[in-house]
């Protein structure tokens, strides 16, 4: 799979938990355009292992100067979200993948109804920037706990107008799934990325209400959970390889040294 | 180094030729004896200098002839370009993969300038130079993709992915081995796979599927497709049946070897950026069987590949008229010997 050289032009700390990282390439020259909704695995040597987390590119797709990505600080991950925020500073130099999308707005959507709740709310930035740019009709549903770690709602509201809704929790705010999905137009998308119990709920109401699969999409953050440590014999290499607990197979199979060809296709699965 | 372009037509009088150089870099796509249907997709990395594998989109001496081709093909039957609205950020893709391709791989005949969105585009073999907004069809003679479409030699399909498969949602296509844009566009990959032979039951398509709905930007892939075709014509469409059907009655034991051209398909797969879709190139290299033979290994090899061919396959390739007769041309440059693994002419 081919690479980026990156290094880090800049570090923001959004919400007293989300750092925003921009990226520029470390050779000076423009990055590809991507499409709105996808994101990029970010290599990190953490002591010696390599951890690759997926991160959703925040910026406006057409920009090509920098790429953009937000961490949320997460205490219970494998470490990487702890080391984008502890360790990680300007100018450090990281190897990403080229921009993949496994959350891609439908074009021949009439309608889109965004539903972010929280850090979910990364995918939907260069989404937006793409309905606007070819004057879709959309809504963002944007909930979050308290105030502060509203990251990026004055933003939005600026950027989508009336088309932005916001629900803040300790406020008692909620939205009404059965209301909002029961009463659109034929034709119309349903995105949501979030924490896994809201996409969850967002999921069963709307194929309860009988939504086509084909018009619901989805993208859960969810740190991959730790296991039990376990053991497996390699057939072609002759090895055994002791997998502990924090680790993937494939992860482990790498740390080994033992080459191979796997290439990323993690749906919906987001290491934070 | 600046390519010399041959003068020569690929219609009615076939002036269609091979110059040496150009018989050796020919990508011939049997490295066995036996032929057997797969989907032998490999990496679309960089090639051998002088190969048709060097730069992503290959130019060669054929390219003017080619692209006034196209121009006969798209002003008799405008149909062979197609697009449905949704594949507008697809069409934008398409140009600047074509330009900057072309431009990086071929500076002495080809440029691009960027000023912003204001792009400069010149095309000296074409005698073409413009200058456009980015983004902005308005600002070009016509749709972006049937523009670049016009000015790179092969068939491009634009697939659209939704909905865990891929449509055929625009396309620019004059050069195809007997099947139809019109027909297939808006089709899904299940649709217009359908008919090859052998290939649903082996459980190809489906695989090939998984694989390209993974395409990851900036790792393009490619395979070899062939068929042998009668006269070096490159639109051999459904729609122009009548005007290529009948030259299958034409082929005798005394000029197969000047009529009958290997046809072969350097179909090669992009991920676009913007739109996250996947440009399909599908680029067609002829040769004759009498080049053919002028290479001593390739000739052994085709007639082994040829006699061992299944019947099915012979006729879904539309052989059946001349096969037998090529099967017997080629003998006579067959001794016998062994054959190591692979394409290469030495």
């Known amino acids: ?272 | 180094m600046a390519l010399a372009f041959n003068e020569e037509t690929f219609r009615e009088d076939y002036t269609y030729r091979n110059s040496l150089s150009g018989i050796k870099r020919f990508p011939f796509p049997f490295p066995e004896d036996q032929y057997m249907y797969s989907v032998n997709i490999e990496p679309h990395t960089k090639g051998k200098q002088g190969s048709v594998f060097e730069f992503p989109l290959d130019v060669d001496e054929h390219y003017v002839a080619e692209c006034n081709d196209k121009k006969i093909t798209l002003e008799q039957d405008p149909g062979r370009y197609q697009a449905l609205p949704h594949m507008m950020d697809a069409q934008w893709d398409f140009v600047e993969l074509t330009m900057e391709s072309l431009a990086r791989d071929y500076p002495k005949h080809f440029s691009l300038h960027k000023k912003g969105s204001s792009w400069t585009w010149e095309n000296k073999p074409l005698g073409i130079k413009d200058t456009f907004t980015f983004g902005d069809s308005s600002t070009l003679p016509m749709e972006p993709f049937e523009y670049m479409g016009r000015q790179v030699q092969g068939d491009f399909v634009l697939l659209d992915q939704r909905d865990e498969t891929l449509y055929a949602d625009a396309g620019i296509v004059t050069s195809q081995a007997d099947w139809s844009l019109a027909f297939n566009v808006g089709m899904s990959w299940r649709e217009w796979h359908g008919p090859v032979p052998r290939a649903t039951e082996l459980g190809v398509m489906d695989r090939a599927l998984k694989f390209m709905l993974n395409l990851q930007l900036g790792s393009p892939v490619r395979r070899l497709n062939w068929t042998m075709t009668v006269n070096p014509r490159l639109d051999t469409s459904p729609e122009n049946y009548p005007y290529w059907g009948g030259d299958r009655n034409a082929v005798n034991p005394d000029n197969v070897g000047d009529l009958v051209n290997l046809r072969v398909e350097l179909q090669s797969l992009f991920r676009l950026p913007r739109s996250n879709a996947i440009v399909f190139s599908i680029r067609c290299y002829l040769i004759s069987l009498k080049d053919i033979a002028t290479i001593p290994r390739w000739a052994k090899r085709l007639h082994r590949v040829q006699k061992s061919m299944h019947p099915d396959l012979i006729e879904y390739k539309g052989m059946t008229k001349f096969h037998p007769m090529m099967v017997d041309w080629l003998a006579k440059f067959d001794d016998g010997a062994i054959l190591e693994v692979g394409t290469q002419p030495e």
Request: aromatic content about 8%.
């Open chain 1, 1 to 272: 799979m081919s690479t980026i050289n990156v290094k880090i032009a800049a570090i923001k700390q959004v919400t007293p938990l989300i750092k925003h990282f921009t990226f520029v390439k470390e050779d000076g020259s423009e990055f590809p355009a991507f499409s709105g909704g996808s994101h990029v695995v970010v290599s990190l040597n953490i002591g010696g292992r390599v951890h690759r987390n997926p991160y959703s590119l925040m910026g406006s797709p057409t920009d090509t100067s920098a790429y953009h990505i937000s961490v949320r600080k997460q205490e219970q991950s494998r470490g990487g979200s702890v080391f984008m925020h502890d360790y990680v500073a300007v100018g450090m130099s990281f190897k990403i993948t080229y921009p993949v999308n496994l959350f891609s707005l439908a074009k021949k959507g009439h309608k889109h109804i965004l539903i972010a709740g929280g850090i979910g709310i990364t995918p939907f930035m260069s989404q937006i920037a793409d309905l606007k740019r070819t004057g879709a009709d959309f809504e963002l549903h944007y909930a979050f706990r308290s105030p502060e770690h509203g990251a990026f709602a004055a933003q939005l509201a600026k950027v989508c107008g009336d088309k932005f809704h916001c629900y803040i929790d300790s406020e008692g705010d909620r939205l009404d799934l059965q209301a909002l999905l029961g009463n659109q137009p034929l034709g119309t998308h349903m995105y949501v990325c979030g924490p896994g119990s809201m996409v969850v709920a967002v999921l069963e109401t709307a194929r309860n209400l009988g939504w086509p699969e084909s018009h619901i999409h989805s993208e859960q953050f969810l740190a991959p959970p730790i296991g039990e440590p376990f053991k497996i014999q390699l057939e072609k290499s002759k090895i055994e390889i002791q997998v502990p607990a924090e680790m993937s197979m494939l992860e482990a199979i790498e740390a080994a040294g033992v080459g191979s060809r796997f290439s990323m296709s993690r749906r919906c699965m987001w290491a934070l």
